[in-house]
């Protein structure tokens, strides 16, 4: 199984501050057909998990432009470029290029100070 | 737009059976393998299970194998886990999920879970 590692494990960050989570994954996520399988997801209190990116950059319908991704291979981040109070809750990264199984990073927890 | 309701979870004894639904909305069902994902109480997320578009394929996490069978009903747009043998560490909030478009195939659109807890 591939194995994703998130850090930080949690973040404190000032409103209006950007915001960065890296993830890891133990094998290269490019596929043959030249798309890197990386997904990002918010999951609010209390609430299910919503998709915020795919593939590595592409941002899903809604989500603000403050939100945006990169990276490439086995090294990926998630940044957050002025955080605002909605945006706290844990986010997680998940490998799709070996769907059996599909796995996800340990998540990252975002309080506002 | 895209709704998924989840139900059917409880609280169940150890090596009972339990079997969890997910009705489904807003789009084609029918076009679109559907997944199961589970979150332990204060843990991350696991992938349980997908069922290919049409129920013919099938694939588990090696936790949960020989134990759980997902199916789906698609005249009735309702996805199902049958949950056998059901042990402590089971005990989870389960969320179907489904794939944004055509193209995905993966867990894009979450419904809002159901808790199944295994105890006795």
């Known amino acids: 199984d591939i194995v994703m590692t998130q850090t930080p494990l949690s973040l404190s960050v000032t409103p209006g501050q950007p915001a960065s989570i890296s993830c890891k994954s133990s094998q290269s996520l490019l596929h043959s057909d030249g798309t890197t399988y990386l997904s990002w997801y918010l999951q609010k209190p209390g609430q299910s998990p919503q998709l915020l990116i795919y593939?590595?950059?592409r941002r899903f319908s809604g989500v603000p432009d403050r939100f945006s991704g990169s990276g490439s291979g086995t090294d990926f981040t998630l940044k957050i470029s002025r955080v605002e109070a909605e945006d706290v809750g844990v986010y997680y990264c998940?490998?799709?290029?070996?769907?059996?199984?599909?796995?996800f990073g340990g998540g990252t927890k975002v309080e506002i100070k | 737009q895209v709704h998924l309701v989840e139900s059917g979870g409880g609280v169940v004894r150890p090596g009972r059976s339990l079997r969890l639904s997910c009705a489904a909305s807003g789009f084609t069902f029918s076009n679109y393998g559907i997944h199961w994902v589970r979150q332990a109480p204060g843990k991350g997320l696991e992938w349980v299970s997908v069922i290919s578009y049409d129920g013919i394929n099938k694939y588990y996490a090696d936790s949960v194998k020989g134990r759980f069978t997902i199916s789906r009903d698609n005249s009735k747009n309702t996805l199902y886990l049958q949950m056998n043998s059901l042990r402590a560490e089971d005990t989870a909030v389960y969320y179907c999920?489904?794939?944004?478009?055509?193209?995905?195939?993966?867990?894009?659109?979450w419904g809002q879970g159901t808790l199944v807890t295994v105890s006795s």
């Open positions: 593939e590595v950059s």
């Open positions: 999920a489904s794939p944004r478009d055509e193209n995905s195939g993966y867990p894009d659109y």
């Open positions: 998940m490998q799709g290029i070996h769907l059996l199984p599909l796995t």
